[in-house]
């Protein structure tokens, strides 16, 4: 072998070619992709130009907003409602209740007078029984709440003293609202445990 034939041809480096910004085609080729591909999207969106584009979206995102919010309120509104609801449940059994003690005590004539005037309304009993108490009081037979001695009668000295207890279960049993006057009158006699 000859030197010549061990000599390594050397070896051709091509040109490096230009930097791809330099290439005046490609400026050109990437502003025609990117109008294509915006011209697509605009077109799949169902608008010609960014500035309706934006509007939509604007206009659309306002919207959303606007039923999340609506929606928050309804939430609240029914959240609100629900207690509102079990509140009134809750005062119109402890109405009911009422009503129906303050009828208990009542004879049953007074009962049916309230009834015919209010009927099964719980409100409108006790609101009877309101108005129709005062003409109750004055029924009452006033010997009943005189606890004075008739003019006949011995002198207090030789007699024993009333006996507020029956004299105020008596009454309870005609005129609650009289007996309770009485029972007020005459608390330490009839409330006081029998001994």
Do not use: C
């Not at 290439?23 to 990437?30: F, I």
């Not at 509007?55 to 509102?84: F, G, Y």
Request: hydrophobic share 35%.
């Amino acid at each position: 072998m000859s030197e010549e034939q061990n000599q390594v041809p050397p070896v051709v480096v091509p040109p490096a070619p230009a930097p791809e910004g330099e290439q005046p085609w490609l400026k050109a080729r990437l502003e025609q992709a990117e109008r294509s591909t915006e011209r697509k999207v605009l077109e799949r969106l169902g608008v010609t130009d960014i500035d309706s584009a934006t509007k939509a979206i604007a206009a659309a995102k306002a919207a959303e907003e606007a039923n999340k919010t609506a929606e928050q309120r309804a939430a609240e509104l029914a959240t609100s409602l629900q207690s509102t609801q079990a509140t009134a449940a809750q005062q119109a059994q402890v109405l009911a209740d009422h009503a129906s003690r303050m009828i208990a005590v009542l004879t049953p004539e007074q009962q049916q007078a309230v009834k015919a005037v209010a009927g099964d309304d719980p409100a409108k009993q006790l609101q009877a029984i309101g108005a129709l108490a005062p003409t109750w009081n004055s029924q009452v037979p006033p010997q009943t709440l005189n606890t004075a001695p008739p003019r006949n009668m011995p002198a207090p000295g030789d007699q024993s003293p009333p006996d507020h207890r029956s004299t105020y279960q008596s009454l309870r049993q005609t005129n609650p609202f009289a007996a309770a006057a009485y029972g007020r009158q005459h608390s330490g006699e009839v409330y006081k445990p029998k001994s």
